[in-house]
């Protein structure tokens, strides 16, 4: 059953997440460069496929204790929120893009792109985690996938803006402390069973 609630909750975590992230820059410099609209078929194709493998870790999950569950998602999310604090900021990486223009070549390099760039990434491993928290495979995807897709669409249509307007620091700081109140009712569930 589709929750509005779980969808919103993983839209913003997913969201704030990914944003400082180093793929928004990516889908940036591709926008850009190539046509935006076949940059975003192609990045979010490669979200697509990254909350589908996470929603799938997470279903595995549920499978365990749910107090075990609790306690591991609650040091997960600790320890998203310690990443987006304390990592240093990483240099712009060179996005090598096609030299063609056609549909296909541009939103193959986005898919490529991200698909690599982002599996096994903080958004991901959050993404299972949600679904293990919430058990609700469905509510979580939806949220997740349009929180990336959101991220995608800023950095591919408008991330120059939006980063001359919100400072980097702002978005990781909210994202990290939303990481940390839900990994605090996490562990206070696996804590009180």
Not at 34 to 62: D, E
Not at 64 to 85: I, S, Y
């Amino acid at each position: 059953m589709l929750s509005i609630t779980v969808i919103a909750v993983c839209f913003g975590v997913i969201f704030l997440a990914e944003l400082p992230d180093k793929t928004a820059l990516a889908g940036l410099i591709l926008g850009t460069r190539y046509r935006p609209s076949y940059v975003f078929v192609g990045v979010a194709a490669a979200f697509a496929v990254h909350v589908a493998l996470a929603i799938a870790a997470g279903s595995l999950l549920t499978l365990l204790p749910h107090r075990w569950v609790q306690g591991v998602v609650g040091v997960l999310f600790l320890a998203g929120a310690a990443m987006l604090l304390f990592s240093k900021g990483e240099e712009e990486e060179e996005v090598k893009a096609p030299a063609d223009q056609s549909f296909w070549k541009v939103a193959g390099a986005g898919f490529m792109l991200i698909l690599v760039a982002e599996f096994g990434d903080l958004t991901q491993i959050m993404t299972a985690n949600l679904a293990a928290r919430y058990d609700n495979p469905v509510s979580v995807a939806i949220g997740a996938v349009l929180g990336l897709w959101a991220v995608g669409a800023l950095g591919v249509f408008g991330g120059r803006l939006l980063m001359k307007r919100v400072p980097l620091g702002l978005i990781t700081k909210a994202a990290a402390a939303v990481m940390v109140v839900l990994a605090g009712f996490s562990l206070y569930e696996a804590a009180a069973g």
